[in-house]
């Protein structure tokens, strides 16, 4: 975890060992960049775009009523955006983005338009949308309300974001 005190070591660690043993795979960080402003994660970031690596950030939603209801963060679009540009600025980044339904309904117009928005202004930055759904039971007070979007909405979705020229990777 980026709040590791050792974060920076671990990054050299685990670049050390990928090497050791010959394998060909890119380190990934996965982040909701909250810590990003720190200097010592900075450091750590750059370490791991050095040795080939990838940030997935994720985005989930991006007005602040869904992304309190989803994530249970009280971010602004404007901060998730200035960790955006903090991480673009040091490696490679991937959005890694959940999209799934609460009490049965999909992401509504509001929830599309704005996502929308934040990737085309992003588009040139980024390396594409890793796009996934729930795979398995969520462990979240509020699993209850969570569940899969089908296949075809899943896939619709993805089409759109590809729309903006973007890169998209689903995993349903």
Known sequence: PTSSPQFVQAVEIA???RDAH?????LVLITNG???LRPEVQTGVKALADAGGVVWFKVDRLLPESMKRINGISYKPEQIQHRLDVACSLAPVWLQTCWLAWDGQAPGADDEAAYLEF?????Q???????YGLARPSLQPEAVHLSALDENTMNAWADKIRALGVKVQVSA
């Open 34 to 36: 909250s810590l990003l």
């Open 15 to 17: 670049r050390r060992q």
């Open 125 to 131: 930055k980024i390396q594409g949308v890793h796009l």
């Open 119 to 123: 990737v085309a202004r992003n588009a």
């Open 22 to 26: 010959g394998l060909k795979i890119p």
